[in-house]
């Protein structure tokens, strides 16, 4: 087949078609997303929002994250805002959830004036990977996690199933989501404990 | 242009006669899982809606420059387009109806009803009747899909559009296997209502037939000519009278 040939087939319409409808819209969604996407700053107020139900300021400290605890065995820290009501916010992400996705909470914690745990204030779902079950946490499945303060503020860990040294909140049947889950409120803990005494909290 | 009789046509297609939902059972996945409250049906309704409008004047306007052997991949891309448009109105605009829409919002571009619109209807049509068709077809798509919406909010929630109604609800409508009895119960009830009505008309037709054959107006074809033959003498008697 020569050029010319080429250029009278069908193939080459095909293809020219196809190639200028995703020039155009791709363009069209380019300038679109610069008009219309929602910034960081935003996202973080509608978080707040949800999670007071009105808005309420908050200072980034994310880039004063300390690296070290940040990423830990139970997941990561994300972000971290201290709010105005002095309660420190984080969006933290728990990890070893099924198929080894991961869950993405908005987690709030009161601390006291020497930055010591007190209570989790209030935990809301932010996102998830892979958690194909998702659906089956209600609200009411993490405000369990702000009704044992008392056995946390000792030293415990949440987990899957109770013993000692771990309080248990489980979603039956999505046992492994339920481990993303307490381990993204863990990690959060993990942090706020570690920060505080330089790493030699368990 | 479209004609009148065209338009009614198209319309009642769109809206009753082939509804999406109920008549064509199109869409299902959807109306299964966004029809927990009627906000919900009524956002994805006009969502898909919107998009049915769009993609189908857009394909409708390219249905001689697309060639046949790409079609589906440049519908799909057409599609995408609209959707991720809406998407990102409604992230911006309206952040709860987008969170609560979740991920049946992209799968909007997947949607057999618009894909199939786009292939039966816009690909053969002009622009302005295939515009028309979409409106209808959306708007036959959101009050099923806000009807189904209602019921299951009401019994399941006890409320309505958001606004609690009474304390009592049975959990079982806001599952997934609620969705399916009350789909089921729709598309029943929506059936027998259509049957009915369908052959009340045609008995009418029927009965109007045989009394102008018993008239002696012929056959059924020969009606209108004996209305008019009818009409006709009426205007004349009614002149003979004035004369005299």
Redesign the interface.
């Known amino acids: 087949m020569t050029v010319k040939q080429f250029l009278k087939s ?1 193939a080459f ?2 293809i020219l ?2 190639t200028c ?2 020039l155009v ?1 791709s363009g ?2 380019a300038i ?2 610069d008009l ?3 910034s960081d700053e935003e996202r973080t107020a ?1 978080a707040i929002r949800s999670i007071y139900g009105e808005a309420v300021g908050y200072e980034d400290l994310t880039a004063s994250l300390d690296a070290t605890y940040a990423s830990n065995e139970y997941g990561s820290i994300d972000n971290l805002y201290k709010l105005e009501n002095g309660a420190l916010m984080f969006k933290s992400t728990g990890k070893d959830g099924y198929k080894g996705g991961t869950v993405s909470l908005w987690v709030v914690a009161q601390v006291d004036g020497n930055g010591d745990f007190v209570s989790f204030e209030k935990v809301v779902y932010a996102e998830n990977s892979k958690q194909t079950l998702m659906s089956q946490f209600k609200q009411s499945t993490f405000d369990v996690y702000t009704v044992h303060n008392d056995k946390i503020a000792e030293g415990g860990y949440w987990w899957v199933t109770a013993d000692d040294a771990h309080v248990s909140n489980l979603v039956s049947g999505a046992t492994k989501s339920s481990q993303a889950v307490n381990n993204a409120i863990n990690s959060a803990l993990y942090y706020l404990r570690n920060v505080r005494t330089g790493g030699d909290a368990q | 242009m479209m004609n009148a009789k065209r338009f009614r046509n198209i319309s009642l297609d769109g809206v009753l006669r082939n509804n999406p939902t109920l008549r064509l059972v199109l869409g299902t996945c959807p109306t299964l899982a966004l029809s927990t409250s009627a906000m919900n049906g009524i956002g994805m309704g006009l969502a898909v809606t919107f998009i049915l409008i769009c993609s189908n004047a857009l394909i409708s306007l ?1 249905r001689k ?3 046949a ?2 079609r589906i ?2 519908y799909v ?2 599609i ?2 609209f959707v ?2 809406v998407r ?2 409604l ?2 605009f309206i ?1 709860s109806l987008y969170e609560s829409m979740g991920v049946y919002l992209p799968l909007i571009v997947v949607n057999c009803i618009i894909l199939g619109r786009a292939e039966s209807f816009a690909s053969k049509n002009p622009v302005l009747d295939s515009a028309c068709d979409g409106l209808f077809t959306g708007l036959g798509f959101t009050w099923a899909l806000t009807l189904i919406g209602i019921v299951r909010e009401v019994l399941g929630s006890g409320a309505i559009f958001g606004k609690e109604l009474w304390n009592f609800r049975i959990e079982f409508f806001g599952s997934a296997a609620g969705a399916f009895f009350v789909y089921g119960l729709m598309i029943a009830i929506f059936d027998g209502v259509y049957r009915s009505i369908e052959t009340s008309m045609r008995r009418k037709k029927f009965y109007r037939q045989a009394d102008a054959v018993l008239a002696g107006c012929g056959d059924a074809s020969m009606i209108d000519d004996c209305a008019r033959r009818d009409r006709a003498e009426a205007t004349a008697t009614e002149t003979h009278t004035e004369e005299n």
Do not use: E, F, G
């Open positions: 069908n319409k095909c078609v196809l409808i995703a819209a069209l969604l679109l997303n219309l996407s929602v509608r | 390219l420059v697309i060639p052997a790409v991949p440049a891309i057409i995408a387009t991720t448009i990102m109105v992230d911006k952040p």
